[in-house]
């Protein structure tokens, strides 16, 4: 469908292809509550991963919904994963954390434990986007395709992450099985 005119056609298709792969499902949370009901009636919410900014909207759409969908907001600070963390009839399984520089919250692998103590699944985004924006001190799919997986992928591991999003997986799985 596109942005001008959204469809589940290709999302059918996929999960079809796919039957037994969990799947990230990004950027969605404009499509919510309409995509979450098309989701709950192909019975996927067990390996479909859902996340959006901490915002009052998406989480009242994923708690009142009745299907309990897995899901992990992106946050950048403590606060905000507290706030998602007290909504009751979320089914929080993780969060991507988010650290643009040394100073913030999750920047320090003490903070990342914190959380993976708590959620089995923490995702640490390496992607590169066209607005330049920094997800996790600049380790990055560039940086670890560009001049090594240690200083890029690496390092996401190294602060516990459990879960590396990239646009370059192949890679990735190869850089983790040669470890």
Known sequence: GGASSPGVERLDA???????????????????????DHLADRGVEDRILLKSPPREKHLRALA?????FLFFPIVRTTDELAAVEAVDGINLVGAELLAAGPDDDFAQPEAV??????????????LNLENGSVLYLGADDDTSVLEGPDLGWGR????????????????????????
């Open 113 to 126: 434990a914190a959380v993976a103590e708590r959620h089995p699944f923490v995702l640490v985004n390496a």
């Open 156 to 179: 996401l591991i190294q602060v516990g992450a459990t879960a590396i999003q990239t646009d370059w997986p192949h890679l990735l799985r190869a850089y983790l099985t040669a470890r």
């Open 14 to 36: 996929l999960l079809e292809a796919l039957p037994a792969a969990w799947i990230n499902i990004d950027r969605s949370w404009g499509l919510w509550p309409d995509l979450l």
């Open 64 to 68: 009142e919904h009745p299907t309990p």
